[in-house]
């Protein structure tokens, strides 16, 4: 444990360092100090002198400083102009190096970030008021803030950047036709898409009854039986009925004549124990709370990350989300809004691709003619800021909801109306209600939107 003396001793040397000129100042603020790195309000007081004074764009030094502090009242606080002096010329007298001050006045202050934290917790962990789940959920998150405190996230030269695209061009040159992100199972959506990328919130947008469950359960089911762990929340079906989905499309079973009594034959037997094997063994991992809060699912997404290793995060869906911030509170359109920059906060965060299913407003059964039924990227219910984050936009389509006369009960159709990584287009699925799965249809090339 560093004594008291020392520790003001290594502030003092810090602040001596950083008023010795702009470039100094802005070196250490990179390295993450700040003013809560310091435990003098003097040294606090300072060190946010020297901010104020940076961000006008004067010249950072212990004269500019004393200006700063003079102007607002705060001089003999920090010991006037003598207690200014002897800190910004500490450095010629210290009796260790800059380095090494910097490394203790660091370590200290992410001890004492952790003190405060662990303090909050017994709080919280002692309040009444307040379930275990949501001491836990709240610990979660402060941990998840602590962590990036007190990390210093470095910045990207551009001859960093530059080569990390020079490697992908040469893995795609010698790799043709493969995709970088996660596979979703489907061919033509992984070739449209380039796969399921790292960081990506990715939106299945559809009107009720058209199947996002499904599409997303497909998605996620693919990807697991393939090995790579995934996660779901599923705000709308709980997990038993998930898992009876799951089952029964795997082993080709119509669900309805199960629940007429309907026996099984002796395939369809095999077939479901098989499917039962292989989904036993398969890493999906679903937490079917009702009534989330993005802050809950922000929590317990990163939990499956850090303790299952999950790789792609489904959400079903957004609407049914909530946040208790005081901002959304009398505004839904603000609530959606933090509700899916959370989201991609999340996918950003854990690196992994975010997929949210979300509803589309009543516009689409509104249009006439040849247009009707077809959702276009401003039909998302509630928030243009969905339309914002997301990193694509997949929109589902079933004409024969709208025309029964002229369509296939099966023909679907996956709209990209929204693609950072990529070309829009339009990519023909089959729909098996009775298995509740959608198919690629391979005789149909993926058409322009």
């Not at 764009?57 to 006037?80: C, K, M, N, P, S």
């Not at 079933?398 to 006369?405: A, E, S, T």
């Not at 099966?410 to 198919?439: D, H, P, S, V």
Request: net charge neutral.
């Amino acid at each position: 444990m560093i004594d008291s003396q020392t520790l003001i001793d290594a502030e003092k040397l810090v602040l001596s360092q950083a008023m010795d000129g702009s470039q100094a100042f802005a070196d250490l603020r990179d390295k993450g100090i700040s003013r809560q790195t310091f435990s003098l309000p003097a040294h606090q007081q300072i060190w946010t002198a020297l901010e104020t004074v940076a961000g006008t764009g004067g010249t950072v030094d212990a004269l500019t400083v004393i200006a700063r502090l003079e102007a607002q009242g705060q001089l003999d606080a920090v010991g006037g102009h003598a207690g200014v002096v002897e800190t910004a010329t500490y450095g010629a007298l210290a009796r260790y190096k800059t380095a090494a001050a910097l490394e203790m006045v660091t370590e200290a202050a992410k001890k004492h970030a952790l003190l405060a934290f662990a303090s909050r917790m017994a709080e919280a962990a002692g309040d009444q008021l307040k379930s275990a789940e949501e001491a836990l959920d709240e610990a979660e998150r402060g941990m998840s803030a602590l962590r990036d405190r007190c990390g210093v996230r470095q910045t990207e030269t551009i001859r960093g950047a530059v080569g990390t695209i020079i490697e992908n061009l040469q893995w795609r040159m010698n790799n043709p036709g493969a995709i970088k992100g996660i596979s979703s199972g489907y061919r033509r959506l992984d070739l449209t898409l380039d796969g399921l990328q790292p960081g990506a919130m990715i939106v299945l947008a559809a009107r009720p009854g058209v199947g996002k469950t499904a599409a997303l359960v497909n998605i996620l089911t693919n990807i697991c039986l393939g090995g790579t762990p995934v996660g779901m929340f599923s705000l709308e079906m709980p997990k038993s009925q998930l898992l009876e989905r799951i089952l029964y499309g795997m082993a080709g079973i119509n669900s309805d004549d199960i629940r007429r009594g309907r026996p099984m034959t002796v395939g369809q037997q095999q077939h479901f124990t098989a499917a039962v094997r292989k989904i036993t063994d398969a890493p999906l991992h679903i937490d079917d709370e009702s009534a989330l809060t993005i802050d809950k699912i922000m929590a317990r997404g990163r939990r499956m990350v850090r303790e299952h290793g999950v790789k792609c995060i489904g959400v079903d869906y957004l609407q049914l989300v909530r946040s208790h911030s005081k901002q959304a509170s009398n505004s839904r359109e603000r609530e959606v809004s933090e509700i899916s920059a959370g989201l991609k906060s999340l996918a950003k965060e854990l690196n992994i691709p975010v997929l949210v299913l979300a509803q589309l407003n009543r516009d689409v059964e509104k249009r006439a003619g040849n247009a009707q039924g077809k959702p276009v990227v401003s039909d998302l219910r509630d928030s243009g800021s969905i339309e914002q984050d997301a990193d694509q936009i997949i929109m589902i389509h079933r004409p024969y909801m709208y025309k029964p006369d002229k369509h296939d009960p099966t023909e679907a159709q996956w709209i990209i109306g929204k693609n950072r990584f990529g070309r829009l287009g339009r990519i023909q699925f089959r729909w098996t209600a009775e298995l509740t799965k959608y198919e690629e249809e391979q005789n149909y090339p993926v058409t322009n939107k």
